[in-house]
């Protein structure tokens, strides 16, 4: 007869005990300076992204602006020259 049969409190807690034993881990002090190491490095490489990201949307609404700009430069003009007597 199968020994789970005869008693399942032995088998569950031998399942436990593998369970733990397999989720478990060492925390080495090796182990928490290459962590705080890749910590470091992932917070630098965000700052530089939102410092490229800051730099583009500027850029990009700087552009709109002087296109918006340009578009009413223009509009003014033709509307000048349709108009010339009405300038003021």
């Known amino acids: 007869m199968p020994a789970f049969?005869?008693?399942p409190m032995l088998t569950a807690g031998s399942t436990d005990n593998v369970c733990i034993e397999?989720?478990?881990l060492d925390i080495t002090e090796e182990s928490l300076r290459r962590a705080t190491r890749g910590a470091t490095n992932l917070e630098k490489k965000i700052t530089e992204m939102k410092?490229?990201?800051?730099?583009?949307?500027t850029n990009e609404y700087q552009?709109?602006?002087?296109?918006?700009q340009e578009i009413d430069d223009g509009r003014q003009e033709d509307s000048f020259m349709a108009n010339p007597g009405n300038s003021g």
């Open 51 to 57: 410092a490229t990201d800051a730099e583009k949307l």
């Open 22 to 24: 397999s989720l478990s």
């Open 63 to 68: 552009k709109l602006v002087e296109g918006l």
């Open 5 to 7: 049969t005869q008693n």
